[in-house]
């Protein structure tokens, strides 16, 4: 990706952190936090890929999982690490070089924000770091839109579309694939494909 793209999107949340907060903290998440805990060992590592707010960040560390959570946002790191109660780290996608170190890896509307070939590099880096049998989540907006959208880089997916981008990376093995609503108030009619995949 162009690095103003790039920096486009990261100024769209540093203009953007309180606003986008407001309206991500106090979500009701829990059904899909659940799901994704329910795969894990217990106190198992987690790592928050794109952690925003530092909601599903506290979920985790509440539930007495062991967290890191990084955004690219400095912005939003330092609201997340209030929130949560850790301290978020200000690192981009392309700077997780971990191997075999969480059980977990949380991408929540995160690396939706990456062009196609970024997308790969991150899901290989991701495969990289989980242990094996390691829980990957992560979700898009519903649709084939790629490029600029209010001020931010999205690549939209379908069960389709992503089905067949993850038929290249064969660390991966998709366990459930399925749409929600938006959870936030009065956006219940935008759609969200979620998937959640193991190591193998």
């Given at each position: 990706m162009l690095k103003h793209v790039v920096s486009e999107t990261l100024y769209y949340y540093k203009k953007h952190a309180i606003e986008f907060a407001a309206n991500t903290q106090q979500v009701d998440f829990s059904e899909i936090q659940d799901k994704f805990i329910s795969?894990?060992?217990?106190h198992g590592a987690i790592l928050d890929l794109g952690?925003?707010?530092?909601?599903?960040?506290r979920k985790f560390t509440q539930a007495g999982f062991k967290v890191e959570a990084w955004d690219g946002s400095p912005e939003l790191c330092n609201i997340a690490s209030r929130y949560s109660g850790i301290v978020a780290k200000n690192k981009l996608f392309s700077e997780l070089k971990e191997k075999m170190q969480y059980d977990g890896i949380w991408a929540c509307?995160?690396?939706?924000?990456?062009?196609?070939?970024e997308l790969g590099d991150t899901l290989n880096r991701i495969a990289a770091a989980l242990k094996t049998g390691g829980v990957f989540y992560t979700s898009f907006k519903y649709g084939n839109f790629e490029g600029m959208r209010n001020g931010r880089y999205f690549?939209?997916?379908?069960e389709k579309t992503f089905t067949l981008f993850m038929k290249d990376y064969h660390d991966f093995k998709i366990i459930d694939l399925w749409r929600t609503g938006d959870a936030r108030p009065d956006r219940e009619d935008e759609q969200?494909?979620?998937a959640i995949m193991k190591k193998i």
């Open positions: 795969l894990l060992p217990k952690c925003g707010a530092g909601r599903d960040t509307a995160s690396i939706l924000h990456l062009s196609r070939s690549i939209d997916m379908t969200w494909l979620n």
